[in-house]
């Protein structure tokens, strides 16, 4: 019994690789070839023979299985004309997609051929043993023949086994993880079915093995129909009842007339069986559509029905010059819709060329994507030029608005490495989105480590979950997860927009899990913050300036801080490479109590990179903020070493902390034009304020820097800071507050910039100009002056403040300009109400 059982072991395991290429009636018609394969066996064996009548039906049922395989590849070569299937793109090692999409078909029906020939080749060598050795002085049973024939199939499956491990989903899974009812139903159908075949090799004849065919065709295309919308055909219907009756005429001889009657009846009801259950059956693609019955309602009925995703993810494909894949991921755009409009998170796994990213950048809510793809693809296989990588970020930069300074800056990180290793950890997400290694392996990998990063009320959407010819391990997969995951199951949406009309399929090719209950994005407060009084760490980044200003400025700086009215705060210096170390521990402030002060070994940026606007201080910032979370203190308050505090600054910061806030910004002399107009109390203190980027001063910034764990980092064409604010308000714990009320004032030490940028509070008579002001006139558009400055510079455009008219002398020529007139930034500065604008005629 060894060489049966070895040769059933081997085409039971390449039944269920043809099962899961094929649809099930296309498997069960042309697993009716092994009738064919069986008698060319039995008659090279056995030596049997047949008559022509016999020689004829084999021939009809080889044909019209060759009918119903040929039309099942012709639908699938119209499915790949519009790039129906995705391929493996991440973290599994690239593939080639660009074969023909019927290769899987002839895999399925190649796996059907060879288990149709090892079955044969078992079938008739098992019936030689049972009808015709009589070598034993008893016969043994067929329990036992049966008995005999498992033992040694258990014995090369556990081989199997053990040269795969014990699980093909992942090594942390136990043997019988997976087996719910439903399989533990399969295994014992499979069982008795072995049971019932050897008892019909013995006992039955061949009218009941005619009859148990057809049963079997016409039950296993209803059930199909039923749970996977498979659709039927006019020439399969045609073709699996001529293999039927093929089947009848095979054994016709031994047939008797009434029996032939009876025949003819069955024959025809199955014809009609299949006709009926054509008309009912809608006609659809060839993919297994979502089961009803897994389709959970959680949103409206037309919570998608709109085609703005739709349009949006054209949009990009349109602009994109590499290869792209099907457009269902047009359903991640309407998951962030259904978020709501509050900052959110997406994390992807894959990303081929950045399509899908990109899609969720564009969405007008605030989105911050973190892209996670080992970025090995050879350009071949996209049809592009540069490296994947380099693709990634090509595609994302230019199909994202990025002018930060405008406050469209849209944030992204792309990890480069493979999943989970690469999967950001610390952090939680609205919806997942995993396109990676679609093996059995991969998908359950990429849920396990992704399953806890899901915020509640988030989305975890599997892609592929329809592709059975190039992504078949994923469907299973999936299954699997939604059997024994908490998480809702919402299942594949239905194809309302009809996504590539040509294979009408019912379905879109995503999964979607939602985890229960609301993300909490603002937190309650705490209750102990009412009344604290936190230590607050200042952080400075600072340089040693070419003009030797920079002592000055840190004294002054110093003096400052120490007339604060809140007193519970230490300074935390950190120098950029300060050259003169010397110079750095003369500071009045280098060994005292509420200071500490650190001199970076290498410079961070500077002399490494160009744009030190943008990007200067960046490691001196980070270096800062890792020693005040190592000190135990919490809070950063930001100041810049050359930005001036009025003296209830940090009183005004503590207020906002005192409300439950992860961050707080105070007023400064950038918020005019930028936030609402609040009136200057602590009452009116709002938690719906977000820092804009460039919108806001430096120094008017302060966070919790244990519960946000955001840091600075260099992002091309965005500086630093307006790069961390607009990644902050991502973070789990990110809770704002906006004090309304000015306390915060920039000196720019060249005054370089727009005319917003220079008008200061203190620009006129209630301060003194620091020093070096009119010396650097004439690098403003606009200035403040009591008298017409004698060394005004002809890029100077407005004049404010000079009550006198300008001198006869004067050489330049300006006019005073009606209120209606005055620009609209320097009408927003309270300080120049009522006073006259003057303006240099060209």
């Given at each position: 019994m060894a060489i049966p059982g070895v040769f059933y072991w081997g085409s039971n395991t390449l039944l269920f690789v043809a099962l899961s290429k094929l649809t099930v009636p296309i498997f069960q018609v042309a697993y009716?070839?092994?009738?064919?394969?069986?008698?060319?066996?039995?008659?090279?064996?056995?030596?049997?023979t047949y008559v022509a009548r016999q020689w004829c039906c084999l021939v009809v049922i080889s044909l019209s299985i060759a009918f119903i395989a040929s039309e099942d590849c012709i639908r699938n070569n119209n499915t790949n004309d519009i790039s129906e299937t995705n391929a493996m793109t991440t973290t599994a090692v690239s593939r080639d997609i660009s074969p023909d999409i019927s290769g899987n078909l002839f895999m399925g029906l190649g796996a059907i051929a060879i288990a149709c020939l090892l079955s044969a080749f078992a079938g008739v060598y098992f019936e030689y043993v049972v009808?015709?050795?009589?070598?034993?002085?008893?016969?043994?049973s067929l329990w036992m023949r049966n008995i005999q024939l498992a033992f040694f199939s258990i014995i090369v499956a556990l081989f199997q086994l053990k040269l795969n491990g014990w699980s093909g989903k992942h090594d942390t899974k136990s043997f019988f993880h997976g087996f719910t009812y439903a399989a533990w139903c399969q295994v014992f159908l499979f069982s008795a079915g072995g049971l019932v075949v050897a008892a019909v090799i013995q006992h039955a004849d061949n009218v009941v093995k005619g009859l148990a065919t057809g049963i079997s065709v016409l039950l296993s295309t209803a059930g199909s129909t039923v749970l996977f919308k498979t659709s039927l055909t006019p020439t399969f219907s045609i073709c699996a009842v001529t293999t039927i009756t093929a089947v009848y005429l095979f054994y016709g001889e031994s047939i008797s007339w009434p029996q032939r009657s009876l025949w003819t009846k069955y024959i025809s009801a199955l014809a009609s069986s299949f006709a009926i259950i054509n008309l009912i059956t809608p006609a659809q693609?060839?993919?297994?559509?979502?089961p009803n019955h897994l389709v959970t309602n959680v949103f409206p009925t037309d919570w998608n029905s709109t085609t703005t995703a739709l349009d949006a993810l054209r949009s990009i494909q349109n602009q994109v010059h590499e290869r792209h894949f099907h457009e269902a991921t047009h359903i991640l755009y309407d998951l962030r819709t259904a978020i709501g409009n509050r900052p959110a998170k997406y994390l992807e796994i894959g990303s081929y060329t950045g399509i899908s990213a990109a899609l969720m950048l564009r969405h007008p809510m605030p989105t911050f994507v973190t892209l996670v793809d080992p970025c090995v693809l050879d350009p071949s296989h996209f049809h592009g030029y540069l490296s994947q990588e380099k693709t990634i970020r090509k595609n994302l930069q230019a199909l994202t608005v990025t002018r930060c300074c405008a406050g469209d800056f849209h944030p992204w990180d792309l990890r480069v490495g493979y999943s989970p290793q690469a999967l950001p950890m610390g952090e939680t997400f609205d919806i997942i989105f995993i396109d990676g290694d679609h093996s059995t392996r991969g998908v359950w990998a990429d849920y396990d480590g992704t399953i806890n990063l899901l915020r509640p009320g988030g989305f975890m959407v599997f892609d592929d979950y329809l592709d059975h010819l190039y992504s078949p391990a994923v469907r299973p997969a999936v299954d699997d997860i939604a059997s024994s995951t908490k998480l809702i199951t919402i299942g594949s949406p239905r194809n309302i927009h009809g996504i590539h009309p040509t294979t009408n399929q019912s379905f879109i090719n995503e999964y979607i899990f939602q985890r229960s209950g609301k993300f909490n994005f603002f937190p309650q407060p705490e209750t102990d913050v009412a009344i604290s009084d936190p230590l607050l760490g200042i952080t400075v980044a600072t340089y040693r300036r070419p003009d030797g200003m920079t002592p000055s400025m840190l004294e002054n700086l110093w003096t400052m801080l120490l007339d604060q009215s809140y007193r519970n705060w230490k300074l935390y210096l950190t120098g950029d490479f300060y050259e003169n170390e010397t110079e750095w521990k003369s500071l009045s402030f280098f060994n005292h109590s509420q200071a500490s002060l650190y001199n970076l070994p290498e410079p961070g940026e500077r002399g490494i990179i160009n744009d030190l606007w943008l990007h200067a201080g960046t490691d001196a910032m980070n270096n800062a903020l890792d020693r005040i979370v190592a000190d135990g203190i919490q809070w950063n308050v930001h100041l810049d070493d050359d930005d001036i505090w009025d003296a209830d600054h940090l009183q005004n910061v503590v207020s906002?902390?005192?409300?439950?806030?992860?961050?707080?910004?105070?007023?400064?002399?950038?918020?005019?034009?930028?936030?609402?107009?609040?009136?200057?109390?602590?009452?009116?203190?709002?938690?719906?304020?977000?820092?804009?980027?460039?919108?806001?001063?430096?120094?008017?910034?302060s966070f919790n820097a244990v519960k946000l764990t955001s840091r600075y980092k260099i992002t091309p064409g965005c500086p630093a800071d307006a790069d961390l604010w607009s990644r902050i308000v991502f973070d789990d714990y990110f809770f704002p507050a906006f004090v309304p009320i000015k306390s915060c004032y920039h000196v720019r030490e060249n005054g370089s910039g727009s005319s917003e940028r220079v008008l200061r509070r203190w620009d006129f008579f209630d301060r003194d100009p620091p020093p070096g002001w009119y010396k650097n006139a004439s690098h403003y558009t606009s200035l403040a002056s009591e008298t017409f400055p004698v060394n005004l510079s002809t890029h100077c455009v407005h004049i404010i403040g000079p009550q006198m008219n300008p001198p006869e002398d004067y050489s330049h020529h300006f006019v005073k300009l009606p209120l209606d007139m005055v620009p609209y930034h320097i009408r927003v500065v309270e300080a120049f109400a009522g006073l006259p604008v003057w303006q240099k005629q060209q």
């Amino acid at each position: 019994m060894a060489i049966p059982g070895v040769f059933y072991w081997g085409s039971n395991t390449l039944l269920f690789v043809a099962l899961s290429k094929l649809t099930v009636p296309i498997f069960q018609v042309a697993y009716q070839g092994k009738l064919v394969i069986t008698a060319l066996v039995s008659v090279c064996t056995l030596g049997r023979t047949y008559v022509a009548r016999q020689w004829c039906c084999l021939v009809v049922i080889s044909l019209s299985i060759a009918f119903i395989a040929s039309e099942d590849c012709i639908r699938n070569n119209n499915t790949n004309d519009i790039s129906e299937t995705n391929a493996m793109t991440t973290t599994a090692v690239s593939r080639d997609i660009s074969p023909d999409i019927s290769g899987n078909l002839f895999m399925g029906l190649g796996a059907i051929a060879i288990a149709c020939l090892l079955s044969a080749f078992a079938g008739v060598y098992f019936e030689y043993v049972v009808k015709n050795d009589r070598s034993y002085v008893k016969t043994p049973s067929l329990w036992m023949r049966n008995i005999q024939l498992a033992f040694f199939s258990i014995i090369v499956a556990l081989f199997q086994l053990k040269l795969n491990g014990w699980s093909g989903k992942h090594d942390t899974k136990s043997f019988f993880h997976g087996f719910t009812y439903a399989a533990w139903c399969q295994v014992f159908l499979f069982s008795a079915g072995g049971l019932v075949v050897a008892a019909v090799i013995q006992h039955a004849d061949n009218v009941v093995k005619g009859l148990a065919t057809g049963i079997s065709v016409l039950l296993s295309t209803a059930g199909s129909t039923v749970l996977f919308k498979t659709s039927l055909t006019p020439t399969f219907s045609i073709c699996a009842v001529t293999t039927i009756t093929a089947v009848y005429l095979f054994y016709g001889e031994s047939i008797s007339w009434p029996q032939r009657s009876l025949w003819t009846k069955y024959i025809s009801a199955l014809a009609s069986s299949f006709a009926i259950i054509n008309l009912i059956t809608p006609a659809q693609d060839n993919e297994m559509a979502v089961p009803n019955h897994l389709v959970t309602n959680v949103f409206p009925t037309d919570w998608n029905s709109t085609t703005t995703a739709l349009d949006a993810l054209r949009s990009i494909q349109n602009q994109v010059h590499e290869r792209h894949f099907h457009e269902a991921t047009h359903i991640l755009y309407d998951l962030r819709t259904a978020i709501g409009n509050r900052p959110a998170k997406y994390l992807e796994i894959g990303s081929y060329t950045g399509i899908s990213a990109a899609l969720m950048l564009r969405h007008p809510m605030p989105t911050f994507v973190t892209l996670v793809d080992p970025c090995v693809l050879d350009p071949s296989h996209f049809h592009g030029y540069l490296s994947q990588e380099k693709t990634i970020r090509k595609n994302l930069q230019a199909l994202t608005v990025t002018r930060c300074c405008a406050g469209d800056f849209h944030p992204w990180d792309l990890r480069v490495g493979y999943s989970p290793q690469a999967l950001p950890m610390g952090e939680t997400f609205d919806i997942i989105f995993i396109d990676g290694d679609h093996s059995t392996r991969g998908v359950w990998a990429d849920y396990d480590g992704t399953i806890n990063l899901l915020r509640p009320g988030g989305f975890m959407v599997f892609d592929d979950y329809l592709d059975h010819l190039y992504s078949p391990a994923v469907r299973p997969a999936v299954d699997d997860i939604a059997s024994s995951t908490k998480l809702i199951t919402i299942g594949s949406p239905r194809n309302i927009h009809g996504i590539h009309p040509t294979t009408n399929q019912s379905f879109i090719n995503e999964y979607i899990f939602q985890r229960s209950g609301k993300f909490n994005f603002f937190p309650q407060p705490e209750t102990d913050v009412a009344i604290s009084d936190p230590l607050l760490g200042i952080t400075v980044a600072t340089y040693r300036r070419p003009d030797g200003m920079t002592p000055s400025m840190l004294e002054n700086l110093w003096t400052m801080l120490l007339d604060q009215s809140y007193r519970n705060w230490k300074l935390y210096l950190t120098g950029d490479f300060y050259e003169n170390e010397t110079e750095w521990k003369s500071l009045s402030f280098f060994n005292h109590s509420q200071a500490s002060l650190y001199n970076l070994p290498e410079p961070g940026e500077r002399g490494i990179i160009n744009d030190l606007w943008l990007h200067a201080g960046t490691d001196a910032m980070n270096n800062a903020l890792d020693r005040i979370v190592a000190d135990g203190i919490q809070w950063n308050v930001h100041l810049d070493d050359d930005d001036i505090w009025d003296a209830d600054h940090l009183q005004n910061v503590v207020s906002g902390i005192r409300t439950g806030a992860t961050f707080v910004t105070v007023e400064c002399q950038h918020h005019n034009s930028q936030l609402p107009n609040y009136a200057g109390f602590l009452t009116n203190i709002s938690h719906s304020v977000l820092p804009r980027p460039c919108g806001v001063l430096h120094s008017s910034i302060s966070f919790n820097a244990v519960k946000l764990t955001s840091r600075y980092k260099i992002t091309p064409g965005c500086p630093a800071d307006a790069d961390l604010w607009s990644r902050i308000v991502f973070d789990d714990y990110f809770f704002p507050a906006f004090v309304p009320i000015k306390s915060c004032y920039h000196v720019r030490e060249n005054g370089s910039g727009s005319s917003e940028r220079v008008l200061r509070r203190w620009d006129f008579f209630d301060r003194d100009p620091p020093p070096g002001w009119y010396k650097n006139a004439s690098h403003y558009t606009s200035l403040a002056s009591e008298t017409f400055p004698v060394n005004l510079s002809t890029h100077c455009v407005h004049i404010i403040g000079p009550q006198m008219n300008p001198p006869e002398d004067y050489s330049h020529h300006f006019v005073k300009l009606p209120l209606d007139m005055v620009p609209y930034h320097i009408r927003v500065v309270e300080a120049f109400a009522g006073l006259p604008v003057w303006q240099k005629q060209q």
